[in-house]
């Protein structure tokens, strides 16, 4: 642990009196701890507060410990995960949370999810075990969609009303971001999954659980969850435009989900959409959790199926264990949603 | 006040005397009650209590923001000092009838 403001502790006696200048880089380097909304609101008359301190006792590690301690707690408020209610602004920062949560645990589970859809459109599962695990983990993400959907519609309508306003500038950039990603994702997803031998040519009947051209688009959309990248020379023999789709698609994803958080998070939303916003969330964190058990199921339970199809791996485990975390954080945050802002407290609570 | 009654009733209490920015409040509890509020915590305090409606900064001309109690903030330390005050004359009204301690 270092000092305050992490600068190498001086031996005693022969230690320069640090100046103001110094002083003033020390106080800035430990306020990045907080969030930036915090800054803008706190950040000056915190920094004042900090110089004041540093000038008394240039040296504290417990100074700096108690900062980097609130500030994390700070940024968990703003991010939804922790302290009181805060209202219509913390529903929607615990909202934009899960959005963050729900990106990263579909990117997962979709890759899991395609490369079973994908089996099945040469054989069927032998286990039960991989037979329930696909169903269950099938009707989640149906489920989820048809969540996204309605989600969509109140939250679209209020983002064009908004587009009229005043509140227009402030929604540009993350529709701007979320537009580009998906733009890029369904071109690349669709070139790619085209390219995956014995996908989308079939009749209706003779395609599995689910209809080819979605599992391909699914299993080229998240190509870049692979273990491939701990074997540098099996990638090596990759087409270079594949290699190429599997560092672009990430950043796809990554400006997609990270557009729709911004915008979830910028969105003034009348109380009643934000209650009904609320109410889809649980709802979806649900849905996870259905995938979830349904992906554990198989992971825990299923062996190689007929041809090799639905063998699991330790990229498998790996994922597992992000979806838990994610949906660990998406819980925490939409149960602290609270839609109405808190009563004002005139006494003991 | 709640889980962070600590910070927050010296918090108050200290306001109660009239407005005062961060380093002042911190000096002014280190006076009277012997404790050193980390400026994390103090602030973390502030910040909530401001929430609550219990304080209100005031305008500044320097970067060092006063605050003030507000009469929200005013009768919620007094709820909460009376029933500190009562638990207080019990507890040392049961020490000196059953310890001997004044």
New interface residues.
């Given amino acids: 642990m270092t000092a305050a403001g992490g600068a190498p502790p001086a031996a005693a006696g022969d230690a320069p009196a640090p100046t103001p200048g110094s002083l003033e880089r020390r106080a800035r380097r430990l306020l990045r701890w907080y969030p930036a909304g915090?800054r803008v609101?706190?950040g000056?008359?915190?920094?004042?507060?900090?110089l004041?301190?540093l000038a008394e006792q240039p040296r504290a590690w417990?100074?700096t410990v108690?900062?980097?301690?609130?500030?994390i707690?700070?940024r968990l408020a703003a991010a939804g995960l922790a302290?009181?209610p805060?209202g219509p602004a913390g529903a929607r920062a615990s909202l934009g949370t899960l959005t963050c949560s729900l990106a990263v645990f579909l990117t997962f589970g979709t890759a899991m999810w395609a490369q079973l859809a994908v089996g099945w459109q040469w054989a069927p599962p032998a286990t039960m075990a991989t037979t329930a695990a696909m169903l269950v983990m099938s009707g989640s993400l149906l489920f989820l969609a048809v969540l996204a959907l309605l989600a969509a519609v109140p939250a679209g309508w209020v983002a064009i009303l908004a587009g009229f306003r005043r509140q227009a500038l402030a929604l540009r950039a993350p529709t701007l971001l979320m537009g580009a990603g998906a733009l890029v994702l369904v071109a690349g997803g669709r070139h790619f999954g085209n390219g995956w031998p014995g996908t989308g040519g079939h009749w209706w009947p003779h395609q599995g659980l689910a209809p080819g051209g979605i599992a391909a688009f699914g299993w080229a959309s998240t190509l870049s969850v692979t273990s491939y990248w701990a074997h540098p020379a099996a990638l090596v023999s990759f087409p270079p435009a594949e290699l190429a789709w599997m560092v672009l698609s990430p950043a796809a994803l990554l400006s997609l989900a990270s557009g729709a958080v911004q915008l979830v998070r910028r969105l003034e939303l009348s109380p009643r959409i934000l209650a009904f916003e609320t109410r889809i969330g649980r709802a979806a964190a649900a849905g996870m959790t259905a995938f979830l058990a349904g992906a554990l199921c198989w992971v825990a339970q299923a062996g190689p199926g007929p041809h090799g199809l639905f063998r699991t791996g330790d990229i498998d485990v790996a994922g597992l264990a992000v979806m838990a975390a994610a949906l660990a954080t998406g819980w925490l945050a939409i149960c602290r949603a609270r839609p109405l802002p808190p009563a004002?407290?005139?006494?003991?609570? | 006040?709640?889980r962070s009654a600590g910070p927050a009733t010296l918090i108050l209490s200290s306001l109660a005397d009239g407005a005062k920015?961060?380093?002042a409040l911190?000096k002014d509890i280190e006076a009277f009650a012997g404790v050193r509020l980390?400026?994390?915590?103090?602030?973390?305090a502030?910040?909530?209590l401001e929430?609550?409606?219990?304080i209100e900064a005031l305008a500044s001309d320097?970067?060092?923001?006063p605050y003030r109690l507000t009469a929200?903030g005013a009768?919620?330390l007094h709820?909460?000092l009376q029933?500190q005050r009562h638990v207080a004359d019990i507890g040392l009204r049961r020490l000196a009838g059953n310890w001997g301690v004044a």
Avoid: I, K
Avoid at chain 1, 44 to 50: P, R, S, V
Avoid at chain 1, 344 to 349: C, K, P
Avoid at chain 2, 38 to 44: F, I
Avoid at chain 2, 62 to 65: A, K, N
């Fill in positions: 915090w609101r706190y000056e008359e915190f920094a004042e507060l900090l004041a301190e417990r100074r108690n900062v980097a301690q609130c500030g707690t700070a302290g009181p805060a004002r407290a005139t006494g003991h609570r | 006040m709640g920015h961060g380093y911190t980390a400026p994390g915590t103090l602030y973390e502030l910040s909530r929430g609550q409606g219990l320097d970067r060092r923001r929200a009768e919620a709820a909460h029933a």
